[in-house]
């Protein structure tokens, strides 16, 4: 049986589990599109936030840390890159390559702003219901006149329910692969080509065999768009979230 990610539906009643998910989406896509503009002051009250809110849903960052473990050494080599590639006053000098203080400072807040656009999605999909979150994408397309709800909102509703439920699949996937390499004595291997290989080509394998036997399963059990969804209600708290977050970013992208 799969294991609990970082990337699983946590059940709860938390003040963001109840949340009118159409209000939760329509806030992540501000608040992510307001981070690439958020200077060092704003990101640390965005960050303040964050470990506020992952407090009141009960996932703390040391449980999530380590299946974050491949992207921070992705923001890594982002902020290494911003570091020595970025014209200005030079810090340090390794061979033909010069860190300078603009580049620093630049990588950091990249870096930084990459960190909270993952942990502001970590956040919904913790507190979202997959099924929740097929019918806001489905409601949210239906309002676009050039989009028939029927024949593509339904569709890209449905990819995106499918995607968020294998993310932990493959997450699970690629542990019990390290698990078998481990086993195999193959991390002992020096070359990293080879255990990059052999360690990508059984997870791509293995995924694709898991997508074509949910496809399967779903034409055996006569899967088909026309279901039944559950009801989304607004309340009063939801739309004072929703104005709350939309002055928030207005005031970050106006100052």
């Keep these: 049986m799969a294991g609990l990610t970082a990337f699983n539906y946590l059940p709860g009643n938390t003040f963001l589990h109840v949340l009118d998910v159409r209000v939760k989406l329509a806030a992540l896509v501000m608040l992510s599109l307001t981070c690439i503009r958020a200077d060092l002051t704003e990101s640390l009250m965005m960050t303040l936030c964050l470990l506020f809110l992952f407090r009141a849903i009960h996932l703390s960052f040391r449980s999530i840390s380590r299946e974050l473990r491949y992207f921070i050494v992705l923001l890594l080599i982002v902020f290494l890159a911003r570091a020595f590639f970025t ?16 580049g620093v400072s630049d990588g950091i807040l990249i870096a930084w702003r990459l960190f909270l656009i993952i942990m502001l999605s970590l956040l919904f999909v913790s507190s979202t219901r997959p099924s929740d979150i097929k019918v806001a994408v489905e409601r949210l397309l239906a309002i676009f006149p050039f989009i028939s709800r029927k024949k593509v909102a339904v569709k890209v509703a449905v990819m995106m329910s499918l995607i968020l439920r294998f993310i932990p699949e493959i997450v699970n996937q690629a542990k019990e692969t390290l698990d078998a390499q481990k086993a195999r004595g193959i991390e002992n291997r020096k070359n990293p080509v080879y255990r990059l290989i052999k360690f990508a080509v059984p997870l791509i394998r293995r995924t694709f065999e898991n997508a074509d036997r949910l496809a399967l399963a779903m034409e055996a059990r006569c899967y088909s768009e026309n279901r039944t969804d559950p009801e989304l209600v607004s309340t009063q708290k939801d739309l004072l979230v929703f104005a709350g977050v939309t002055c928030f970013c207005l005031i970050i992208i106006i100052a």
């Excluded at 014209?87 to 603009?102: A, E, K, Y």
Aim: net charge positive; proline share 12%.
């Design 87 to 102: 014209p200005g006053r030079p810090l340090i000098g390794i061979w033909s390559l010069t860190m300078t203080h603009q």
